[in-house]
């Protein structure tokens, strides 16, 4: 791969796009394309198509999505605990004891998802989260007033932002199946 071409590819992984948060993304592939022989629309929902007009009649079609894993803040509580639910789809029994990153509108807030611990239970099956809305977010605040300076209910979730080079030329992302055939 290319310097430019992997350097955009690492823009992409960089973008936080959780389902129905895409327009930054959108407006970063909109950008890329300015000065080529394309015609690019942008619909409401940040749906971006592009047509690349050839010498024939053939009509090719190549589907990506821009999206990634994601969750959004519905609730708060007293303690300044946070529950969330998913955007789009995703494997749940991934997300517990993991970090989480919450785009809040003054800036990113980093949180944690609460696990079981192993020891408080007899089989390490009941350790993994059943339903994501089962979860508690911890922030590291303790108190909702705090909370609410930073955080806001509707505020989108994503797992942490990296594009890891691997041995062998290889990478790895979170969203890198989806935002690399972008």
Do not use: W
Request: proline share 3%; charged share 20%; net charge negative.
């Amino acid at each position: 791969m290319r310097r430019a071409q992997l350097q955009i590819l690492e823009d992409l992984i960089m973008i936080p796009s959780p389902s129905g948060f895409e327009k930054d993304i959108a407006t970063y592939i909109m950008g890329c394309l300015k000065g080529l022989p394309v015609t690019v629309a942008k619909d409401r929902e940040h749906n971006v198509s592009v047509t690349i007009l050839g010498r024939t009649d053939t009509v090719v079609m190549i589907d990506a999505h821009m999206d990634q894993l994601g969750f959004i803040v519905t609730n708060m509580d007293k303690s300044g605990f946070l529950s969330i639910s998913q955007l789009g789809g995703a494997d749940v029994q991934i997300t517990s004891a993991r970090n989480l990153v919450i785009l809040g509108d003054k800036g990113p807030v980093n949180a944690i998802v609460n696990r079981q611990h192993s020891h408080l239970v007899d089989d390490e099956d009941l350790e993994a989260l059943i339903h994501v809305e089962d979860a508690l977010v911890d922030t590291g605040s303790r108190c909702i007033s705090e909370m609410q300076k930073h955080v806001s209910v509707g505020d989108p979730v994503v797992y942490p932002l990296s594009f890891n080079r691997l041995l062998g030329g290889n990478y790895s992302a979170c969203g890198l199946d989806d935002k690399s055939g972008c």
